[in-house]
Structures are given as structure tokens and as C-alpha cells.
């Protein structure tokens, strides 16, 4: 497999050394037949993986987090009101007035100017939403590929104990056959010998294939939160066709986590021209509408106008500048290795699926050539022109490519997944 199949690989990995530990139950349990079918096909295997995903559940909460921060900063751009009250007690003056005071009524405070870091900071923290909003969209194709993986293993195992149990059909007969020759004097032990090897050597297959199967079933399960004994896989995807994947080649520049890395970079932008914003001018102004005070008349209100302007801090707003410049910098590299990453995931993805549908239409040129070999042996078997050995072996190629038939055509659909995630296209 290619990089962008290592998701692929590694479950095949995982999977055949699950079959290892449970290889002993060649298929589903004896109870399974009483059990409700569940039929699924790989939309609704990932549509059940989105509503329980832990990693989407996370990154809908980042999302909804940062967008509770922006309105937090645009809320900002407003006037404070609030109520306010007061009571300021002193010593009495020498005249024997009245020294304490108490008022109540409503205060405002609103930042005039700036250096508009009010604003920035908000198109800061819209970018910074617009950025988890693509991680989120990625994660989801993410999810769709990693269902779509398990799927696939599992259909390819199933298919592959299909045709296992075709040949175990296949050599049965060829027993049969070789017994009746047998007591005709027609055909030797070892011929029954060898076509029994055969036939055992296939059943060590079918309970490994029985494994694999049961271990992706369970990765679905996991996915899913279906039980795996319920499960019946149904797959209504076509096999791809070449003219029609090529076209993503030229998509990357739309998938979620480039346009993530923009956003990014933006936002990083948009903080480091408010943390410029610190070594400018800050006027703010600030009022209070007193609707009782004692003692004075009702309606008494006061207005503060405040400016102030840095002049030593001994580089600590110029530091803080300096970082984030950096960190504009970083975002900035960032998006660079993302758009390089995703072109060369298309360029990768294409290749495995262009690898994986020619292998599988000469394996489909190989099998019309060697189903006819069989029936041109087992004909000339009868009539004593080949002998036992040439049968089996035409027996066992047949078999051994609608295996390789079954595991390509669900490789070169998992592959167009890859594919499909890779150039950055909503999943299905």
C-alpha cells in the first residue's frame, strides 16, 4: 500500500493478527441466525460513526467555543452599562458640613480609540472559528475514511471466504470423484491423497479468513455500536473508472484543513496588528447618570474622558509583537506544507487507485482464462489425457484469483475513498 493507504494497511495488519487470537470460530456463532439482521450500507455505517464519534463531539465543542469567543470581542466594540452605586464617608470639614456621601444611578464606560485592537482582536477570533469549522469538516471526511476502511476489510474478508468455500466445494467433488475412479481401478491413492491435502490445506484458509472477518465485523462494531453478529454488510458502490478520478488531481486548494491553515493565518495576522495596536494612543470615555444622590438634587450625572499613551515598559509591548510576528510566520509555513501535503495525497491516492483497478482487470482477464483451463483439465482428466495433479493445480489457480478478484475490488474502492478524502470532497 502507498501512504495514503496506511490507514488501510495498518487494519489489515491489526486485523490478521486478530485472526490469530480467534481463529478457532470459522463464522458467525450458532446464535446468529436467530438474531435480527441489521442491513448496512457504508453511508449508513458512517452515519451512525458520526453520531457517536467522541473526536467529532470535541471538535463541534472547540468550534462552538471559538465562536462564543468572537461574539465576546465584538461584544466589546459596545458601551458597558451597568448599575452602580456608592458611598464615600470622610471627615467632616471644619465648617461642620455634612463630609459622607451616597449616590446610585447608572455608569457607562465605552473605549473610543484603540489603535481599533478591539476589531482586530474580533477578526482575530472570527478566523479562528472559520479555522475549526474546516477541522471539523475534515475530521468528518477523516471519520468517513476510517469507516469506509473497516467496511471494505470487512466485505473483502467475507468475500474471500465465499470463494474459499467454492473451492472447499470444488476439491469435495474432486474426493468424490477420485473414490468412485478409486474403487474402478481408474486412479491411484495418491491422487485422493494429494486432492485431500488440497482440501485440508483450504480449511486452515477458511478458519483464517473466518478470523480476519470477525476482527473487522468488530471494527465496525466499534465504529458503529452495532453488535457485530447483527451485521450484513451491503455495498452499492461501483467500481470506479479511471476518466473519472482523474479529475481530482486539481482539487486541493478546497480541502478543509488548507482552508484551516488560511484561516490561521489570518487570524495569526489579525493578532499580531492588535498586539501593534497596544503602543498606540487609548482614549476611553466614562459617564454616570445618578438617579439619587444624598446629598444633592436627583439627576446629577458626571463624564470622565481618560487618554493614556505608553512611554516606557522596557520592550515588553515590542516583545510581544516580536512573538507574534513569529507566530505569523509559523502560521504561514504551516499552510505552506498543508497545500504541498494535499497535493501530494491526490498524487499518491490517484496512483493507488489507477494501481489497484489495472491489477484487478488483468485478475479478471486471468479468471475467464482460467476458468476455462479448468473445464478443458477435468474433460481431458476423463478421457486420460492429464492427470490428477494438472486438475488441482488448474483447480487452485482458478480459486486463488477469485480471492485476489474479491480482495481487489474492495482494495480499488477503499483506495477511491482515499481519493476522495484526499482532494478534500464532502463525504457521502
Partial sequence: MI??????????????????AIAQTSGPSATASALTMRRLTLADAYALAAERSETLGIAVADWRAAEARYR????????ELSAAGSGLWREAGEDGGRASTYRAGV????????????????????????????DLARQRQLLYQDVADAFYQSL???????????????????????????????????????????????????????????????????????????????????????????????????????????????EAAAETRAEEARRNVQVD???????????????????????????FDHGRRRAGTAEKRQELRAAELQLSAAQRSA???????????????EQWAAVAEALRVATEN??????????????????????????????????LEMQAKAAAVHLLVAAGEPPA
Fill in 343 to 357: 497535493d501530494r495525497d491526490v498524487r499518491l491516492a490517484f496512483r493507488e487507485v489507477r494501481s489497484a483497478l
Fill in 156 to 266: 473483502a474478508s467475507m468475500r474471500e471466504l465465499m470463494a474459499l468455500d467454492e473451492q472447499a466445494v470444488a476439491l469435495a467433488q474432486r474426493v468424490d470423484e477420485l473414490k468412485r475412479r478409486i474403487q474402478l481401478g481408474r486412479s491411484r491413492t495418491a491422487e485422493l491423497l494429494a486432492a485431500q491435502t488440497q482440501s485440508a490445506d483450504v480449511r486452515i484458509f477458511q478458519a483464517q479468513a473466518a478470523g480476519v472477518r470477525d476482527a473487522a465485523l468488530e471494527l465496525v462494531s466499534f465504529l458503529t455500536g452495532l453488535p457485530a453478529e447483527e451485521l450484513q454488510l451491503e455495498d452499492e458502490t461501483a467500481l470506479p473508472e479511471l476518466a473519472q478520478i482523474g479529475r481530482y488531481l486539481s482539487q486541493t486548494n478546497a480541502r478543509p484543513d488548507v482552508l484551516a491553515e488560511e484561516a490561521r493565518v489570518r
Fill in 72 to 79: 465576546q470581542e465584538t461584544a466589546a466594540q459596545w458601551p
Fill in 285 to 311: 470615555v466614562g459617564g454616570n447618570l445618578y438617579a439619587w444622590s444624598d446629598p444633592g438634587d436627583p439627576g446629577d450625572w458626571d463624564v470622565t474622558l481618560r487618554a493614556s499613551v505608553p512611554i
Fill in 374 to 407: 479448468v473445464d478443458t483439465q477435468t474433460r481431458d482428466y476423463a478421457m486420460g489425457r492429464a492427470n490428477n495433479l494438472d486438475v488441482l493445480a488448474a483447480v487452485f489457480q482458478l480459486h486463488t484469483l477469485r480471492r485476489r478478484a474479491a480482495a
Fill in 107 to 134: 455608569s457607562a464606560a465605552y473605549p473610543i480609540f484603540n489603535g481599533f485592537r478591539t476589531a482586530r482582536l474580533a477578526a482575530a477570533r472570527d478566523a479562528e472559528g472559520e479555522a475549526l469549522s474546516y
Fill in 3 to 20: 501512504r495514503l493507504g496506511h490507514r488501510v494497511a495498518l487494519g489489515w495488519v491489526l486485523a490478521g493478527l486478530a485472526a490469530g
